[in-house]
Structure formats: structure tokens, C-alpha cells
């Protein structure tokens, strides 16, 4: 089994386990746990986010206020990348992860939503302050980029970070104890954490280049052939030879012939 293989199983089955430890022992693990991994605290703000974004929810619910908001999401954005700049990191695969942040929090505001106006005894019974709440969102950001930042190496080899995502999505849904709703929105949320190659340099898409035909399969381009063969002569149209038309003085006499 290949070594990569071998790290990813390891992740996934270390996740398995916590989360069975989580349901079956509870006590043995204490809350607010930090998920496990070299990615666990970028995972765990990103679990932190998720949640403050049921403050947003429950907000929104009380103004009657829609889930999308692209004036505040463009100027999210717009501070990210300046920030990201700044920090002299790469301005848009801060953009792409953001994105996958506003897109989670609005798989949570849109199901606790539709969970709240279909159950109404369900719904919170306060409105939290949206200015408050947003001003933990954007402390959070500060938080996130930097984590960006400390894990670059870490989150530069695809296969390698695949492993250690897992390991820290599944600890993380485990441990912080999160319901369908988060743990489907946390998968959203880290899916631009592995980006391959550099800061500044975009992924370049791989491809394997294809495989030389076995000789004497009759597959592919055939050796080339010496210009002067006998097989190509043999085979050059005749009418392509211009031959060079006899001279008056070159042709034969026929009176010289009789004589």
C-alpha cells in the first residue's frame, strides 16, 4: 500500500475513534476541545465561525432580513485580500477560502431558517446585536488569515493536507460536537484549504503524458525512413521525374543509321 494511502486511512480511522469516544464516553472529552492535527486550529476557527454564523441566523430571523447579503460579502472580500496583501500572502486563495466561508454560513443561516419557521418554538427567543456579531466575525478573520499563514507548508502538498484535513474535520466534528447541519456547512467551509503550489503562483492542473506505443504495435508515428531507400525510391510516382527533353544535336540520325 502506498505511504500516502497508509496516512490518509490513519486520519480518517483517528477520527473515527474520537468521534466514537465522543458518543459513548462524553465525559472523557472536554469541551472546547481544539481539534487534532497540524490543521486543527485552522479547523477550529473555522468551527467557530460556523457557529457565530447562527447569531447571524437568529438576527435575521428577527428583522426578517434575507441570508444573502452581497454589499457585506464584497466588502469581506475586499478587506481579506487587502489584509492577505498586506500579510504578503496570496491575496486570491485567501478570496477562494473566504468564499467557502460565506457559502457555509449561509448553509447554516438557511437551514436553522427554515428549521425556525417550521418549528416556531424551536426559534431564539433574542435578537443578538448584528453589529456585535459581525465585529466577531471580522476578529475572526483576523485569526483565519493568519492561520492561512502558519500552515502555508502544511496545506502545499495536496495529498499530504488531504490527510491532515481529515484528521482535523473529523476530530473536529467529534469533539466540538457538531450537529449534521455544521458538519455538512464545515465541509463546505475547508474545501480551498489544500491549494498546491506556492503563494502568488496559481495550481496548474496535472497531466500525465500519455504512453509511448510498444514498438511493432503499428500504433503511433513510424521511424523514418532514409530519404534514398530503394523502398521510397521504388515507390516515388513516376510522374513527379521531369525528365529532361533530347537536344536537336543529341538526337540519332536516321540517315546515319541506314549508312
Not at 492535527?37 to 438576527?59: F, H, K, M, Q, Y
Not at 475586499?78 to 498586506?86: D, G
Not at 482535523?168 to 503550489?197: E, M, N
Amino acid at each position: 500500500m502506498h505511504p500516502l494511502t497508509r496516512t490518509t486511512r490513519r486520519a480518517v480511522l483517528t477520527g473515527l475513534l474520537l468521534s466514537a469516544t465522543a458518543l459513548t464516553a462524553p465525559h472523557a472529552v472536554a469541551a472546547g476541545t481544539d481539534p487534532v492535527g497540524r490543521l486543527g486550529p485552522l479547523t477550529g476557527l473555522v468551527v467557530e465561525r460556523l457557529r457565530v454564523s447562527d447569531d447571524v441566523a437568529a438576527s435575521k430571523y428577527a428583522t426578517g432580513s434575507p441570508v444573502d447579503d452581497p454589499a457585506r460579502e464584497a466588502q469581506v472580500l475586499r478587506q481579506v485580500r487587502e489584509q492577505a496583501a498586506a500579510a504578503g500572502g496570496d491575496p486570491d486563495a485567501a478570496a477562494a477560502f473566504f468564499r467557502d466561508q460565506i457559502a457555509a454560513s449561509k448553509t447554516v443561516q438557511k437551514g436553522l431558517l427554515a428549521r425556525w419557521t417550521a418549528r416556531p418554538a424551536e426559534a431564539p427567543r433574542t435578537q443578538p446585536d448584528l453589529g456585535r456579531t459581525r465585529a466577531r466575525l471580522d476578529a475572526l478573520t483576523t485569526a483565519l488569515l493568519q492561520q492561512l499563514t502558519n500552515t502555508e507548508q502544511e496545506r502545499r502538498n495536496p495529498a499530504t493536507c488531504a490527510a491532515r484535513l481529515a484528521l482535523a474535520t473529523a476530530s473536529g466534528k467529534a469533539l466540538l460536537r457538531l450537529d449534521p447541519l455544521h458538519g455538512r456547512a464545515l465541509g463546505t467551509a475547508t474545501q480551498s484549504v489544500c491549494r498546491p503550489g506556492t503563494p502568488g503562483e496559481p495550481a496548474r492542473p496535472h497531466h500525465e503524458p500519455p504512453a509511448a506505443p510498444p514498438r511493432g504495435s503499428g500504433l503511433g508515428t513510424p521511424a523514418p525512413t532514409p530519404l534514398l531507400s530503394p523502398e521510397r525510391w521504388r515507390a516515388f510516382p513516376a510522374r513527379s521525374v521531369q525528365r529532361p527533353a533530347p537536344s536537336e544535336d543529341a538526337r540519332p540520325s536516321h540517315a546515319a543509321s541506314r549508312s
